[in-house]
């Protein structure tokens, strides 16, 4: 039989189900408190999705429901308040969170600032690559993101008293240099389980994701003891090509079918709410967003940050071709979807609905922020709280006060070749420079922007001559400018009306 099996194989044919050698080795459960077993106070949860989008909703509501305590939950974020990971944080299971932006959870950013909770917050990309190196065996590793900043240099702060003095800070990194350019190291992540979202599995365990639900989903899949996917569909071997399976099932030990999905969307956005928004913006804003899209050059792969920056795609050039690129795992972004088009699997970044594109894709986070720290994204487009004069960039925290955490922006902002553009209002609302010799806020970046864009000006920014005013609003005067600038500057002598895009 066993030469026969041989023989079909060589010849491509199928071999019958009978002689197909052992049992398949994934466990399929009838519910997700089932599938948990095992799951015990103290122990590392790795939970998929961003933001709301792929969560394993019936593993989190079992995992709640099991009432185990101080959990450390590795997750790219804190999900809302009643939703995703905020479901656990509300019931106190949680000790620790270790995640690269909070989001939209007020519960997790009270409790770290009352001492109730430890937060390690982590550049997403670096999140992603610490998990996808878990997975494969690979200790630890270098990369460019975060030098320069309390990621490398250590005092971010994990944890407060309740009395809000710190309790636990960040440990510095070891930093090496490689062709001239400074690494930190970064450990790899395990964890005992991972909680996945999947579309569909097959009886066989391999896996499937849709649209955007890929995310974190793939590497968190390959880097637990106990890999616990619950899945939408559970179809018969064979039902998806091999060349279609996203996870196969050697990184697949329990698989559920969920009983049922919400599918939350925490920012439904369409497309006549988005033009009603850019044109709504307001004369600053709207100022500095047709600025911006000058950006753009055909054929260009970009990333663009929330706000000002998203809505600078409003305005690239029906004859120009953009690549707009999502960190959370899309190339190819459209438009805002029509009401009918909306699908709560394919957000961006911001959490928004949004289309693809014909020829855009969709892939893992891991994969996506190697384009990013691998310079194949040509421009980054981003908003500030405060940029210095030699292009240090300051976005994520004010310490104390208000914690969002970096998400994908250190990693945007390490890549030597890719274009940093900062677009901001020049002050703030107690109208204070934003544009400083020396950020006074936790750096993203340090000597990474390379162009600021605000309502009253445009700088080019060089590491080592700082700060040189190349565009100047038609109301606005130099003098103006240097009296809303908390640094010094110098002044083209091509000094040139700020530039619009054609409307």
């Not at 390690?120 to 690979?138: D, S």
């Not at 070891?174 to 001239?180: A, H, L, S, W, Y």
Request: proline share 5%.
């Amino acid at each position: 039989m066993a030469a026969l099996r041989l023989l079909a194989a060589a010849l491509g044919s199928r071999v019958p189900a009978r002689c197909s050698g052992s049992p398949v080795r994934v466990q399929f459960y009838s519910g997700p408190g089932e599938a948990l077993k095992g799951v015990s106070d103290g122990a590392t949860v790795m939970i998929g999705g961003f933001g709301l989008c792929g969560i394993p909703e019936n593993l989190i509501a079992a995992l709640r429901d099991t009432g185990v305590k101080n959990l450390t939950v590795i997750s790219t974020n804190a999900g809302v308040a009643d939703f995703g990971l905020g479901v656990l944080l509300t019931t106190k299971q949680v000790r620790r969170v270790v995640c690269s932006y909070l989001g939209e959870s007020p519960v997790c950013e009270q409790q770290y600032l009352a001492g109730e909770l430890e937060l390690e917050m982590t550049p997403q990309g670096t999140l992603a690559e610490r998990i996808r190196a878990g997975g494969a065996g690979v200790p630890a590793f270098y990369t460019p993101t975060g030098y320069g900043t309390l990621v490398q240099e250590g005092g971010a702060p994990i944890a407060y008293y309740p009395d809000g003095h710190l309790a636990v800070l960040s440990q510095p990194r070891e930093v090496r240099e490689f062709g001239g350019k400074h690494y930190l190291l970064e450990h790899a992540i395990r964890a005992d389980f991972a909680l996945v979202k999947g579309w569909k599995a097959d009886r066989a365990g391999n896996v499937i994701f849709r649209g955007s639900a890929r995310n974190f989903n793939v590497p968190m899949c390959k880097a637990a003891d106990v890999s616990v996917v619950e899945v939408e569909e559970i179809v018969d071997v064979g039902t998806f090509a091999p060349e279609d399976i996203h996870v196969p099932n050697i990184y697949v030990d329990r698989v559920i079918k969920g009983a049922k999905y919400e599918k939350r969307i925490e920012r439904l956005t369409t497309r006549n709410g988005q033009r009603a928004q850019a044109k709504d913006a307001g004369d600053i804003r709207t100022r500095i967003i047709k600025r911006a899209a000058l950006e753009f050059e055909d054929g260009m792969y970009a990333n663009l940050g929330i706000g000002i920056p998203l809505l600078a795609s409003n305005y690239i050039s029906p004859k120009m071709t953009v690549h707009l690129h999502s960190e959370n795992g899309i190339l190819g972004l459209g438009p805002f979807p029509l009401k009918k088009e909306v699908d709560a699997d394919i957000i961006n970044a911001g959490k928004q609905t949004v289309t693809v594109i014909p020829g855009g894709s969709f892939f893992a986070s891991d994969d996506s922020f190697a384009m990013i720290r691998g310079g194949h994204i040509q421009l980054t487009m981003l908003g500030a709280m405060q940029v210095s004069k030699y292009g240090d960039l300051a976005n994520w925290m004010i310490p104390g006060k208000k914690v969002k955490g970096m998400g994908g922006a250190m990693d945007l902002v390490s890549s030597t070749k890719t274009k940093v553009v900062v677009t901001m209002e020049h002050c703030t609302k107690a109208n204070t420079p934003k544009i400083l010799d020396k950020c006074t806020m936790p750096l993203t970046g340090k000597r990474c922007v390379d162009r600021i864009i605000t309502e009253k000006a445009v700088f080019n920014v060089h590491p080592n001559r700082g700060l040189t005013l190349v565009e100047l609003w038609q109301d606005s005067t130099v003098e103006e400018v240097k009296a809303s600038t908390g640094c010094a500057f110098a002044v083209s002598p091509d000094l040139k009306p700020m530039q619009q895009v054609a409307t």
